[in-house]
């Protein structure tokens, strides 16, 4: 058995906003009021980032276009307990999709838990 943390993409749509900052905002409220429903408060939310193809910076992945913006986002649990880095991954997929419905998630990281990560995760019951 091993602990691990998850790292998830996710894309989240937003709509009626006029800004990239705007649609950050929303985005972080709608993500943060669904895994609070859930009682999900353990999981960490953040902004992803993307790299311009021409010059390599990175800049937050927030764009929109029309008044409908498209935010990625980094959505990090700590799953103990695992029986392996697939079991872990499909643990945190189904314990993050409980909240977030119809919002696709894709594996962005997965590491074994060290002594600094510790704290609140999922524990799989035997």
Same mark, same amino acid.
């Given at each position: 058995?091993?602990?691990?943390? %998850?790292?998830?993409?996710?894309? !989240? ?12 905002? %929303?985005? @972080? ?9 859930? &009682?999900?408060?353990?999981?960490? @939310? ?19 276009? #029309?008044?409908? #913006? ?6 990090? !649990?700590? %799953? ?10 499909? !643990?945190?997929?189904?314990? !993050?999709?409980?909240?977030?419905? &119809?919002?696709?998630?894709? %594996? ?8 600094e990560d510790e704290g609140d995760g999922v524990e799989l019951g035997e």
């Amino acid at each position: 058995m091993g602990d691990y943390v %998850v790292v998830l993409e996710a894309p !989240i749509i937003v709509r009626d906003v006029e800004t990239s900052e705007d649609a950050i905002n %929303v985005a @972080v409220s709608k993500v943060a009021k669904a895994l609070n429903k859930e &009682k999900l408060d353990f999981v960490r @939310v953040e902004i992803g980032y993307s790299q311009c193809p021409v010059c390599g910076a990175h800049f937050e992945s927030a764009f929109v276009i #029309g008044s409908v #913006g498209l935010v990625g986002m980094y959505l990090t !649990i700590k %799953v103990y307990n695992a029986q392996t880095i697939e079991h872990a991954e499909r !643990i945190a997929k189904a314990v !993050i999709g409980k909240a977030l419905k &119809k919002v696709p998630l894709k %594996v962005y990281e997965i590491r074994e838990l060290t002594e600094e990560d510790e704290g609140d995760g999922v524990e799989l019951g035997e």
